[in-house]
């Protein structure tokens, strides 16, 4: 793993505070949630909809502090009605927009009054996989402004490792209250 693919999980540790109830949607084989947001809050509730990353999640990233759930964010309930910190990292764009859109109103109802939303996604065409392309970083704050009275976000550009390719990759922060994100000091979003 190239470290520049660690950003991800940087920045959304970064939000954290020790007190803090996390959400991790699509959690995969557990890795970032286990080495980044497990030790810098007090509870996590990761999801994912593929049996087989949760398997592996539960074999070999585990912590107290951690309750993996074979979960489909767009169909089922979140495991607990309110998160300060909700995660979503390099998925959006493998949901459907609608699906996508459903996920945004579950996160924004389930966040508490100052939590914040945060995560990643690759900008522009990548993959084949897919169903959503955000061209820049202003694409996708207009994706999230209808669900969030605030949206910061920024993007980073660096080479995949041990290939030619370059990722633009774009990282947010979304609340409904300004006041734990304007503590983080990131600017509005610009596009890129």
């Known amino acids: 793993m190239h470290p520049y693919q660690l ?12 007190e803090d109830i996390v959400l991790d949607i699509g959690c995969g084989d ?8 497990s030790a810098q809050c007090a509870e996590v509730d990761a999801i994912d909809i593929d049996p087989d990353a949760i398997r592996e999640a539960k074999r070999n990233n585990t912590k107290a502090n951690i309750t993996y759930y074979l979960r489909d964010a767009v169909n089922e309930p979140f495991p607990r009605k309110t998160y300060d910190v909700i995660v979503w990292n390099g998925a959006i764009g493998h949901f459907a927009i609608a699906d996508a859109r ?3 109103q579950k996160i924004a ?17 990548e993959g084949s996989d897919h169903l959503q392309i ?19 976000a920024k ?13 633009n990759e774009a990282y947010w922060r979304c ?4 006041g734990r994100l304007a503590k983080l000091n990131w600017l509005h979003a610009e596009a890129r």
């Open 7 to 18: 950003f991800r999980a940087f920045y959304a540790a970064e939000v954290l505070q020790p």
């Open 30 to 37: 557990g890795f970032f949630t286990n080495h980044f947001l």
């Open 102 to 104: 459903i996920v945004l």
């Open 109 to 125: 109802t389930a966040l508490s009054p100052n939590g914040i939303f945060a995560g990643s996604e690759s900008l522009g065409r």
């Open 134 to 152: 955000f061209e820049t970083t202003r694409d996708l704050t207009e994706f999230f402004r209808p669900h969030f009275a605030d949206v910061c």
């Open 155 to 167: 993007a980073l550009r660096y080479p995949v490792y041990n290939t030619t390719f370059v990722r």
């Open 175 to 178: 609340s409904n209250s300004t």
